[in-house]
């Protein structure tokens, strides 16, 4: 009980922060990419739109680092085991991150706050690039330590303890670039997709009309952009989970019995285990996702079970089968949902003002309902992600329910379990509410319309402008 509870509360808080992570890391790009526009072209609507995602960012740089701090409390307390075994490898990172990376992050978001009309313009140009480069360089160093814990390399096992060995091996770990590059351009997605709905937003509310379609443009071709190279690294951590974990490849699929050829089904109603009442699936596609061969194989739970128990001892290594199955399928699903929404943006906007009218309405409203997309796609593929390593917290060296804190009662961390559901559900609501006032302010009175010669100000129609 006390081992589930536990899993419990670290799911609850690290799913909780993992929604404001991406946003952050990917708020900073496009907020970095405004103002490098606004610098370049002298431009004062671009500057207004910085300021005004710019504090959307901040509001959740914030909030990221209040249900951060957390965590690093949790390993300590109710993982000490763990935190002992992985202690000499994961030191060297998450230092590495706290003292470079945030650093970096909290120093120079000071001076891009502060140093508006007080630093020359370059310099504070420069320092929310800097920010940009600080959340990205801060994901890194966590997801060295991720990465370590689902492929452990360049250790050795001295006394019940991993010991680094190789610190240089850690950082090549073919885990960690695949899931790196596939971690923070799905951030880079989830900050467009953020940006493409508030400008929706802002757009059918009829204000700074020429304003918000330039960042609904922006953010359309980075969520395209990047959604497709999602889905690229996407694919090369599928291979690498092929060779690394099997289980896991097998999980994602159900696939009971080692198979070449393998198909993959996008819809199963009845018993993964048994024989399912309705089937949708492609031929050959399963083999093509895990080994890039039309016949490629595929290695079954069942086969898969007996070789690690075989090579780590009884018990079951196969992991909870639906939360695999179908957080696999909604991840892809949201995925390829918003690689649509985001080209059909941008082929609206060419569309001529005249024949789209009537679509207008709900085009928008569409792009403000799927800012929820990428939060849904981010948790689905953490839940995967963690929930497919299981009964292993690393993988292969230690297991889940051997890292627990065995001085921690069931009772003391139930209670705080209900605490961290009730704070957090109120920073939930705290954080929504200072999101929507800052989104509805909108970029201010007397900005409605750009300084004359620039696009969209008087003259010229804005309407040539909007997305449809």
């Known amino acids: 009980m006390t081992v589930l509870l536990d899993r419990w509360q670290f799911g609850v808080t690290i799913t909780y922060h993992f929604l404001f992570v991406p946003l952050t890391i990917g708020l900073a790009f496009l907020v970095a990419i405004m103002q490098v526009l606004a610098y370049r072209r002298k431009d004062a609507v671009w500057e207004r739109l910085t300021c005004f995602f710019g504090m959307l960012f901040l509001i959740n740089f914030a909030m990221g680092i209040v249900t951060g701090i957390v965590q690093e409390f949790q390993f300590g307390m109710n993982w000490s085991n763990y935190s002992v075994f992985v202690g000499n490898i994961f030191g060297a990172p998450l230092a590495m991150e706290g003292l470079l990376a945030f650093f970096l992050e909290s120093t120079f978001i000071g001076l891009w706050l502060f140093g508006r009309n007080r630093l020359p313009p370059l310099v504070h ?69 953020v940006v493409l709905g508030v400008s929706g937003w802002q757009l059918l509310r009829g204000g700074n009309a020429a304003a918000f379609t330039r960042s609904a443009k922006l953010s359309a071709w980075v969520a395209l952009v990047c959604t497709v190279l999602v889905m690229v690294t996407g694919d090369i951590q599928a291979r690498l989970m092929d060779t690394q974990q099997p289980m896991k490849m097998a999980a994602a699929e159900a696939v009971y019995r080692t198979q070449n050829g393998a198909s993959f089904s996008l819809l199963t109603i009845g018993n993964l285990s048994g024989q399912p009442i309705f089937q949708i699936r492609i031929p050959h596609l399963l083999s093509l996702i895990a080994t890039l061969s039309w016949n490629g194989r595929v290695d079954g739970i069942t086969q898969v079970q007996q070789a690690e128990a075989l090579r780590y001892g009884p018990g079951s290594y196969v992991p909870v089968l639906w939360v695999t199955y179908w957080s696999f399928r909604l991840m892809v699903g949201f995925g390829f949902l918003m690689l649509i929404v985001s080209a059909w943006a941008l082929w609206r906007s060419r569309r001529g003002a005249q024949k789209a009218f009537e679509l207008r309405r709900w085009t928008l409203w569409l792009l403000v309902a799927c800012i929820v997309t990428p939060f849904l796609a981010n948790t689905f593929g953490w839940l995967f992600t963690e929930m497919g390593r299981q009964p292993w917290i690393v993988y292969g060296l230690m297991k889940t329910g051997a890292g627990i804190s065995p001085s921690v009662s069931a009772t003391d961390v139930a209670i705080t379990l209900g605490g961290f559901v009730l704070l957090y559900t109120v920073l939930g609501a705290i954080d929504v509410v200072l999101m929507f006032l800052a989104a509805r302010g909108g970029l201010g009175p007397g900005h409605e319309q750009p300084p004359p010669g620039q696009p969209g100000a008087p003259g010229k129609p804005a309407a040539e402008e909007l997305i449809y």
């Open 125 to 193: 140009t420069l320092s929310i690039c800097v920010v940009s480069l600080g959340t990205v360089v801060s994901a890194f160093f966590i997801l060295t330590a991720n990465a370590w814990m689902q492929h452990p390399v360049g250790y050795r096992i001295v006394g019940n303890k991993a010991e680094l060995t190789d610190f240089w091996a850690v950082l090549r770990n073919s885990t960690l670039w695949a899931e790196f590059s596939h971690t923070v351009l799905a951030a880079f997605v989830t900050g467009a997709m």
